[in-house]
């Protein structure tokens, strides 16, 4: 299920108002080589260190477990072993499947899912519009879809949604950029983008322009900030880095802010100013997620700031509604938010944990 439209709405009204005070532009790369998909997998998920609710309330049920790309960032797989051990506490089988980045595996991987019939369906989607169709073939046989960190589009069908607030989470990195710098001067800023059309991309970005512009407007009656490049990366780490050796000699390295949606890509752009002989530290860099790795580079002073994500929370939250629905709650519909906050130095402390598995 989608966001709420009112965000979207204010997000093209503050678009207009920018046009007069910066420039957005925009690229986009091919998506990933296609990748054969493993057969639906039921190992058993490693330990996690913390304590889930046990019970048995999914004896004799199984859930299917459709993702996107597992690999190129630790997030998923931390998620699929916190999902894993939650539902087989309750007693459910967990069979998940990789579709590596490639659309037309992972539909091939959800018709698989439905034709075992399994009792539910959650699903990362490649993109929101991705999976639209296959999901309507889910309802038609009687298996509720849920989604999990990119939502379904409304041309599709699924139960619940269960996500991290990224609009809110880029709106209040974009605030937080806009009072860095002094009002009239122009902030030129670097975007590393997700996925191309999907739908959590495109709110930690716009949400991100959006907090901006809000922070300018109420503070100095115009925007002063200019986009000098966006490219989609995918949430990789190597292929932000690749971006990012290009945009330094582009630009020379004459830009103010560089915004990651995601840690992973953070990591590839620190690792790119770092051999160009740049200090990262030099210019304002963001992430999004809460990776270990992430956290450290904040102590370190190479990213000034960290939207938590956490996998964790993501998937306690899509055990308990999953399987409350299951269990004939009917009341389980839309979508559901873990907490957030932003990550500086002046806080990291306080979520940083050296024996993270993420």
């Keep these: 299920m989608r966001k709420c439209t009112w965000k979207r709405l204010t997000a093209l009204l503050l678009l207009l108002v920018m046009l007069c005070g910066c420039t957005y532009s925009g690229g986009k790369n091919a998506d990933p080589a296609p990748a054969p998909s493993p057969a639906p997998s039921q190992d058993t998920a490693p330990a996690i260190s913390a304590s889930v609710e046990s019970g048995t309330s999914g004896e004799g049920k199984t859930i299917g477990f459709s993702i996107a790309s597992l690999a190129g960032t630790p997030y998923w797989q931390a998620m699929l072993d916190r999902l894993k051990a939650g539902f087989e506490a309750k007693g459910y089988e967990v069979v998940y499947t990789d579709a590596a980045g490639d659309v037309s595996t992972q539909l091939a991987d ?6 075992m019939n399994v009792d539910a369906l959650l699903i990362n989607p490649y993109a929101s519009d991705s999976v639209a169709d296959v999901s309507l073939q889910a309802e038609k046989a009687g298996i509720p879809v849920f989604a999990v960190d990119i939502p379904i589009s409304d041309t599709g069908y699924s139960i619940a949604t269960f996500i991290c607030d990224n609009w809110s989470i880029g709106k209040e990195h974009g605030r937080r950029v806009g009072a860095l710098f002094p009002q009239g001067e122009t902030v030129d800023i670097i975007i590393l983008s997700g996925f191309a059309g999907g739908e959590d991309s495109w709110d930690r970005r716009l949400g991100f322009v959006t907090g901006i512009a809000d922070y300018q407007i109420e503070n100095g009656s115009s925007t002063n900030f200019n986009i000098l490049y966006q490219s989609y990366c995918n949430y990789e780490q190597e292929m932000a880095y690749e971006r ?7 630009f020379d390295g004459d830009f103010d802010v560089v915004y990651c949606e ?19 530290a030099d210019y304002i860099i963001l992430g999004i997620d809460g990776m270990r790795q992430g956290y450290e580079k904040v102590k370190e002073g190479k990213l000034y700031g960290d939207g938590v994500n956490s996998p964790v929370d993501v998937a306690d939250l899509s055990v308990e509604k999953i399987d409350a629905y299951l269990s004939g709650d009917t009341t389980i519909s839309g979508t559901y938010y873990t907490e957030f906050d932003i990550v500086t130095k002046d806080n990291v402390d306080s979520y940083y944990d050296p024996n993270s598995l993420y």
Aim: proline fraction near 3%.
């Design 110 to 115: 959800i018709q698989t899912f439905i034709s």
């Design 262 to 280: 995601n840690d992973a890509m953070a990591l590839g752009a620190i690792t790119a100013l770092e051999e160009a002989g740049r200090n990262p």
């Design 244 to 250: 990012m050796v290009d945009i330094i000699t582009r």
